[in-house]
């Protein structure tokens, strides 16, 4: 029974063909329990939070219990893991609960994350340790408020169960709100199947529930293509503006709705070096920082690739014509990518435009970074105060953070560029605090909730840190610590997928 206030589902995917997933029930658990639920967004969702927080809201986010109008599936997919072509993937430690319609209309995926196993476990439990749940929940969340599109946590639970790794972990299932979940990967299943009808009838889908304008282009697929390569261009330019490392780029793990996915080795970078790596798994360093506009280029060609059959509708196209549009989809990517980047970087700089010769000035203040080994998110964080260092004196990082002397001709020169700049101090430094925030996830921080919650079932450490990073642009004197970079001895230097 379910009861009057539990929310209305609006599945569509279902409705797609039967080759695009398989019906799958999550597995029920022992005795779930609330570890946090997001009343913002459920609201958004026109989820009722109390319904949600109630025995039956908990028991629905642990797979314990179907509401009225669920209809769980499993979809399939497949990608390229770290360059390799892996021909079939799938929601191995997933389901796809259903749809919701926002209150602002939009269609949103609630899926269930570690609901046990499906037929595209492979190997695996489909089960979730607590700690990659945590650290989804704290991450997806930080970055919808340095507004970066991201998939959206509505809420986490303990089951009462243990998880097998190389220890006995609790385990924990995560509710995870998306747009879609369709990835270039689901794309690239098809395509490798030389299945052309659901090439076709897929990307009908996606037009009609993300690229409406498309429709009425005179060749949708194209423009949506065009749409989608877009949106991963403005997508990693906010990672790279804010320093996030995604960890494991693979075509499966890049949604076509254009939100972040896939939470599991990423990671905020410290100090700035183009090369950081954390990823446990990634020994090459593929996703290095400064790998990532370069490696979503590539996965874009991946799905250029996967469209092929279907990219020209002209009556006469060839094999060739499909390819000459694809190749020209793809070169806009290197030119929107530096576009909506130096936008960015226009901002964190406090100027009121960016030109060619702004950015000889940009890259001179990276190689000093680099060199002096400076917090990328406190340099800029402290360059901002200096805008208008009157204005924050009570409220200012300069105790976590100075420029050296080594910056001093650097800065030189940058006052020197403002002053052919006609914004007040007052508003270039709202527009620089926008734009270089101060509170991100830093990697101890999230390790140090993860522990507690692990250890002790202590959930204080998880909740001040979704708390904190709730006001990422406002620093607070008293929430220095948040604010501060690793010591040596608490540097993480590795994280893992948990899978
Ligand atoms: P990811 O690295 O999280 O993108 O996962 C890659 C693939 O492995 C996806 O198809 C997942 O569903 C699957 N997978 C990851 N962990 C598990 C698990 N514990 N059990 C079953 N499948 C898993
Ligand atoms: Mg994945």
């Not at 602002?104 to 439990?125: A, E, F, I, M, V």
């Not at 689901?186 to 395509?191: E, I, K, L, N, P």
């Not at 101890?444 to 904190?468: G, Y």
Request: glycine content about 6%; aromatic content about 10%; overall charge negative.
């Amino acid at each position: 029974m379910t009861s009057p206030n539990s929310p209305t589902f609006d599945n569509s995917y279902v409705k797609q063909a039967e080759r695009f997933y398989s019906p799958q029930e999550p597995a029920t658990v022992a005795t779930p329990k609330l570890v946090r639920i997001n009343t913002v967004l459920a609201e958004e969702l026109g989820i009722d939070p109390q319904w949600l927080a109630s025995p039956e809201g908990i028991a629905t986010m642990a797979g314990n219990h179907m509401p009225d109008g669920a209809e769980p599936i499993a979809t399939v997919y497949a990608g390229h893991q770290f360059g390799g072509w892996n021909p079939q993937l799938g929601d191995g430690r997933a389901v796809l609960l259903g749809e919701l319609i926002a209150k602002n209309g939009t269609r949103y995926d609630w899926q269930l994350k570690g609901s046990g196993r499906t037929p595209y476990s492979r190997g695996g439990d489909g089960k979730s340790p607590l700690g990659p749940v945590l650290r989804e929940y704290i991450l997806c969340e930080a970055m919808a408020t340095l507004n970066v599109p991201t998939t959206r946590a509505l809420g986490a639970v303990t089951t009462g169960e243990l998880v097998f790794r190389d220890q006995a972990l609790p385990g924990a299932v995560f509710s995870r709100v998306a747009q879609s979940h369709i990835r270039v990967g689901t794309m690239q299943y098809f395509a490798a199947r030389q299945d052309t009808e659901a090439l076709q009838s897929l990307s009908n889908y996606l037009i009609d529930r993300h690229f409406p304008d498309a429709a009425k282009a005179s060749n949708p697929v194209l423009t949506m293509l065009n749409d989608i390569i877009s949106r991963q261009a403005t997508l990693i330019a906010k990672w790279q503006s804010i320093g996030f490392i995604h960890g494991v780029m693979n075509t499966d793990n890049m949604l076509l709705c254009g939100e972040t996915i896939d939470y599991g080795p990423c990671a905020f970078m410290e100090n700035y070096d183009p090369a950081t790596v954390f990823s446990s798994i990634d020994h090459n360093g593929r996703y290095a920082y400064g790998n990532q506009p370069g490696i979503a280029h590539w996965n874009l060609a991946q799905l250029a690739q996967a469209l092929l059959a279907i990219l020209d509708n002209a009556p006469d196209a060839t094999e060739e014509s499909a390819i000459a549009l694809a190749q020209q989809a793809l070169d806009a990517f290197p030119e929107l990518f530096l576009k909506a980047y130096q936008a960015i970087i226009k901002d964190k700089l406090g100027l009121s435009s960016f030109s060619e010769q702004d950015d000889p000035l940009f890259q001179d203040l990276l190689t000093l970074m680099e060199q002096e080994k400076a917090d990328f998110t406190l340099c800029f964080r402290r360059l901002a105060e200096l805008a208008d260092e009157g204005a924050c004196i009570n409220n200012s990082v300069h105790e976590l953070f100075e420029f050296n002397g080594n910056f001093t001709p650097w800065l030189q020169q940058w006052r020197q560029r403002l002053i052919e700049d006609t914004q007040t101090p007052a508003q270039r430094q709202a527009q620089m605090f926008k734009a270089n925030p101060v509170f991100i996830p830093r990697n101890h921080l999230v390790q140090e909730a993860i522990v507690a919650a692990e250890r002790n079932s202590d959930f204080s450490a998880f909740n001040q840190l979704v708390d904190v990073l709730k006001t990422p642009h406002t620093f607070d004197p008293n929430k220095q610590r948040y604010a501060l970079p690793a010591k040596p001895n608490e540097r993480v230097l590795q994280t893992f997928c948990g899978t």
